[in-house]
Antibody, heavy 121, light 108 residues
Framework: QVQLQESGPGLVKPSQTLSLTCTVSGGSITSGDYYWSWIRQPPGKGLEWIGY???????YSNPSLKSRVTISVDTSKNLFSLKLTSVTAADTAVHYC?????????????WGQGTMVTVSS | IVLTQSPATLSLSPGERATLSCRAS??????LAWYQQKPGQAPRLLIYDASNRATGIPARFSGSGSGTDFTLTISSLEPEDFAVYYCQHRTNWPPGLTFGGGTKVEIK
């Protein structure tokens, strides 16, 4: 079955760029009507949507983060990536990648295990 | 669209019925999902499209509602059901996505 795995540095310095990759296994990122998303969760807090991308490359981001977020997809490697620039301590969070069901339903049926990213000097 | 979940915390005993609420600031038809999250784990999809159970979800979990008011019901709490529950909606246009603030179901 399809599985997602996040990877990337666990520690990022303030003002630098957070970069994460989500590798999709067990299925193609181009098959089916899905979208691919990044979601984060600060320690002890709720879930926050960062953005999502379709395999075609169309992307949409949370307006509160939009100017700092870049999401890209590499269909040849079956993965999608997140870059968040100018990070601060407020960006410290567990970051999840997830597969979203297409169309109006939009629910996330498959999640990665999550990766903790700490912003600290 | 803002999703408001209530109550923030629900204290119940195993075997009791849990009723969780999610209210949307605008009508979202039936396009609402519910997730369960346990400590140290990723969220798990329980319900999509307001009332459809995801694959492998026990029948004690049910969802209802449309428009702006939605409910997740756990008919008889099992020990493994004590967790945090989130609702979620995605808008097609303008593109966006939002989660509710969560309801923690704790053991009384």
């Amino acid at each position: 079955q399809v599985q997602l795995q996040e990877s990337g540095p666990g520690l990022v310095k303030p003002s630098q760029t957070l970069s994460l990759t989500c590798t999709v296994s067990g299925g193609s990122i181009t098959s089916g009507d899905y979208y691919w998303s990044w979601i984060r969760q600060p320690p002890g807090k709720g879930l926050e949507w960062i953005g999502y991308i379709y395999y075609s490359g169309s992307t949409y981001s949370n307006p509160s983060l939009k100017s700092r977020v870049t999401i890209s997809v590499d269909t040849s490697k079956n993965l999608f990536s997140l870059k968040l620039t100018s990070v601060t301590a407020a960006d410290t969070a567990v970051h999840y990648c997830a597969r979203g069901l297409g169309g109006p339903i939009g629910a996330f049926d498959i999640w990665g295990q999550g990766t903790m990213v700490t912003v600290s000097s | 669209i803002v999703l408001t979940q209530s109550p923030a915390t629900l204290s119940l005993s195993p075997g009791e019925r849990a009723t969780l609420s999610c209210r949307a600031s605008q009508r979202v038809r039936s396009y609402l999902a519910w997730y369960q999250q346990k400590p140290g784990q990723a969220p798990r999809l329980l319900i999509y499209d307001a009332s459809n159970r995801a694959t492998g979800i026990p029948a004690r979990f049910s969802g209802s509602g449309s428009g702006t008011d939605f409910t997740l019901t756990i008919s008889s709490l099992e020990p493994e059901d004590f967790a945090v529950y989130y609702c979620q909606h995605r808008t097609n246009w303008p593109p966006g996505l939002t989660f509710g603030g969560g309801t923690k179901v704790e053991i009384k």
